[in-house]
T-cell receptor, first 115, second 111 residues
C-alpha cells in the first residue's frame, strides 16, 4: 500500500472526452508532482507544485491541465488527448522543495488509454 | 543535471549479493545520488540516498567513491521479490530538486 493514492487506477477515454486524474496524500507534504511513464520507459516529469503553486511545467501540451486545490490534493485535467498520450500517469509527493534533497513518495498511477 | 549511465539488465541467483553500478561523470558539488525501485504496474519506491562514502539502511547499501563519479547500489542476499527495475538518479539540492530518471537496470532474480 502506498501513502499516495491515485484514482482511478484505469481510465479509457476517447479523444474528445474530458476527464480528470486525482491524487491525494496525507503526509503533510508540500511538494507534489505529475509524471508520465510509457511502457518500458522511465518516468518523465510533467509538473511540480510547491505550496499549491505551480513551480515547474516541463513544456507539457495544454491538453494537460494541472490543478492543486489544497495541500493534500493534486488533479490532472485531460482534454482532447491523442492516442500517444496513453501511458501510466504517476503522482508523487515530497516534504518540500527546500535545501535538502527529499525522497519522493509515488502512487501506483493511473493507466490511461486513449481510443 | 548530471546524466547517469547504468546497465540495462542484470541477472542474479537467489541468495546472492547484487551490485548495480551507476556512472555520473559530471556530477555537481550540490548533487545527491538517489536510487529508486519499481515493480511492474507500481510507482517507484525510494531505496536509498547518499552524498559520499557509504550509506546503509535496512534494505541496501550505497557506496560512493571519493570522486563521486560513480555509485554502487548493493542488495544483500536477493530474493525473487527483488526482481524489479532499479533507477539511479542524481538530484540537485537547494532548489527545485528536478528529478530526471535514467533508463534503469532491470534486475531479474533467478531461483
Amino acid at each position: 500500500d502506498t501513502e499516495v493514492t491515485q484514482t482511478p487506477k484505469h481510465l479509457v477515454m476517447g479523444m474528445t472526452n474530458k476527464k480528470s486524474l486525482k491524487c491525494e496524500q496525507h503526509m503533510g507534504h508540500r511538494a507534489m508532482y505529475w509524471y508520465k511513464q510509457k511502457a518500458k520507459k522511465p518516468p518523465e516529469l510533467m509538473f511540480v507544485y510547491s505550496y499549491e503553486k505551480l513551480s515547474i511545467n516541463e513544456s507539457v501540451p495544454s491538453r494537460f491541465s494541472p490543478e492543486c486545490p489544497n495541500s493534500s490534493l493534486l488533479n490532472l485535467h485531460l482534454h482532447a488527448l491523442q492516442p500517444e498520450d496513453s501511458a501510466l500517469y504517476l503522482c508523487a509527493s515530497s516534504q518540500d522543495l527546500g535545501p535538502r534533497v527529499q525522497p519522493q513518495h509515488f502512487g501506483d498511477g493511473t493507466r490511461l488509454s486513449i481510443l | 543535471l548530471a546524466k547517469t549511465t547504468q546497465p540495462i539488465s542484470m541477472d542474479s541467483y537467489e541468495g546472492q549479493e547484487v551490485n548495480i553500478t551507476c556512472s555520473h561523470n559530471n556530477i555537481a558539488t550540490n548533487d545527491y545520488i538517489t536510487w529508486y525501485q519499481q515493480f511492474p504496474s507500481q510507482g517507484p519506491r525510494f531505496i536509498i540516498q547518499g552524498y559520499k562514502t557509504k550509506v546503509t539502511n535496512e534494505v541496501a547499501s550505497l557506496f560512493i567513491p571519493a570522486d563521486r563519479k560513480s555509485s554502487t547500489l548493493s542488495l544483500p542476499r536477493v530474493s525473487l521479490s527483488d526482481t524489479a527495475v532499479y533507477y539511479c538518479l542524481v538530484v540537485q539540492s537547494g532548489g527545485y530538486q528536478k528529478v530526471t530518471f535514467g533508463i534503469g537496470t532491470k534486475l531479474q532474480v533467478i531461483p
